[in-house]
């Protein structure tokens, strides 16, 4: 049936709104679609040819229809396939501006949900091996996405505009260490950061430590 | 006229204009918050607001090496009340762009077809859309797109009666509440008209209030 595979894609997207991690870019059904596409497009050119240019839709209502559903077909697949590529791009865009590395981000989801803890080199490993998250288009797209959003942050670097859009009650607050983070600087002077330790710091100094997971905020 | 205007006029005048704007910054933050479109972009404000933030920052700097208590707790209070502007800044800003990306060629077009001032994009925001907008259909291209048939490629087609732009809901509802009177308010398409006095809370649809909000006669909450 014209239009089952595109549905398919549709559940996809679906399902990926609700998913915390990128699943995989589902490059078979993408491909398939698309040859639909040019397999309708094909049969309509065909249909069309006998009349050479000339088709009139009301003294041929049978072939009008076969042409008004393909149509139907190859502009349903075209949206579906937006409509995927969107929400995917619109997760990286997500991710992009947490912070989060797309790629790390990716490896660690396919990597299984076993130890968390488990070494960077077996989590490349299995990211390799059960093929990347992404399509190279998509890598593509969330670095100059990247790029993009850098550049448009550099417009308003006093204001920090991937900070927490949370409202901020205190300047100081409570955390601990979840990771060993090193040694950071501070105006009040260096703090290094152990795991297990608990520090009472300007909120705005460890914002970007809290949304990567090494400090955690106490409230 | 009355009395209570007299005394609104006085009020305004007596306060200074960090005040004003921290007020129509507020102001503008909620709106741009609550409305289901875009609001123009206020140039002249944020211009002052975030040379205040930038002085304010310098001022901080300066400060921070003396270990005198008496400076240091009066920096907290600047520091908190840094942090705070901050935020409305920054909350702001990611509304707005959260909005042109969920309607980018809605407001490409937009933004080509008029030239009222003020301008609904900043500068920056509309680089920053045209940018998104350029890396988005470059991605649907070399993605899928370039293996259609040419008539299928268009990402902006308005054949078969629908287009394939999406505009945000103009009829959304809002809450609103009046500043100042303005008569009565008729509710396109419906019977429903309400007449709008000062201090009086409404849920309409947006697409009803939109002028009046832009003219400053109705705030959104």
Same mark, same amino acid.
């Given at each position: 049936m014209y239009g089952d595979q595109a549905n398919k894609l549709v559940q996809h997207a679906k399902r990926t709104q609700a998913l915390p991690h990128l699943p995989p870019y589902q490059t078979e059904l993408v491909r398939n679609i698309v040859r639909e596409v040019r397999t309708l497009d094909t049969e309509v050119t065909a249909t069309l040819a006998p009349f050479a240019g000339s088709f009139n839709p009301s003294s041929d209502p049978a072939t009008a229809t076969q042409l008004l559903v393909n149509y139907m077909c190859m502009r349903r697949n075209k949206r579906c396939l937006l409509a995927y590529h969107r929400v995917r791009t619109e997760k990286l865009e997500e991710m992009v501006w947490r912070g989060v590395d797309v790629k790390e981000r990716e490896g660690l989801s396919t990597g299984g949900n076993g130890g968390s803890g488990s070494s960077s080199s077996a989590v490349v490993g299995e990211g390799t091996e059960g093929g990347s998250a992404l399509s190279p288009e998509e890598e593509e797209y969330a670095r100059q996405y990247a790029e993009l959003l850098a550049a448009y942050k550099g417009k308003w670097t006093d204001v920090d505009l991937t900070g927490s859009l949370e409202p901020p009650r205190d300047l100081f607050i409570d955390v601990r260490v979840l990771k060993d983070a090193g040694e950071i600087q501070t105006e009040y002077g260096a703090i290094t950061l152990t795991k297990n330790s608990q520090f009472y710091v300007r909120q705005g100094d460890v914002e970007r430590l809290i949304a990567q997971g090494y400090l955690q905020k106490l409230s | 006229m009355d009395i209570d205007d007299i005394l609104a006029d006085l009020d305004r005048e007596s306060t200074p204009q960090e005040n004003l704007d921290l007020q129509s910054l507020t102001r503008s933050w909620v709106a741009e918050r609550v409305a289901p479109e875009l609001i123009p972009y206020p140039e002249e404000l944020m211009e002052r607001v975030l040379e205040r933030i930038a002085r304010q920052i310098e001022v901080i700097e300066e400060q921070t090496g003396s270990m005198d208590p008496k400076t240091n707790f009066k920096l907290i209070v600047i520091q908190t009340e840094l942090e705070r502007f901050k935020f409305l800044v920054r909350s702001f800003l990611r509304a707005r762009i959260a909005k042109i990306d969920a309607h980018p060629l809605h407001y490409t077009n937009v933004s080509a077809t008029t030239t009222i001032t003020p301008s609904l994009l900043s500068l920056f925001e509309h680089q920053y859309l045209t940018a998104h907008q350029s890396l988005l259909s470059t991605h649907y291209r070399t993605s899928f797109? +370039?293996?259609?048939p040419t008539q299928l490629q268009r990402l902006d087609d308005t054949t078969g009666?629908? +287009?394939?732009i999406d505009k945000p809901d103009g009829d959304a509802a809002v809450f609103v509440r009046v500043l100042r009177d303005c008569g009565v308010v008729a509710v396109e398409g419906t019977d429903v008209r309400c007449e709008m006095n000062k201090g009086d809370v409404f849920v309409v649809r947006w697409s009803a209030v939109r002028g009046r909000v832009l003219g400053g006669d109705v705030e959104l909450i």
């Open positions: - | 797109l +370039s293996q259609f009666g629908i +287009s394939m």
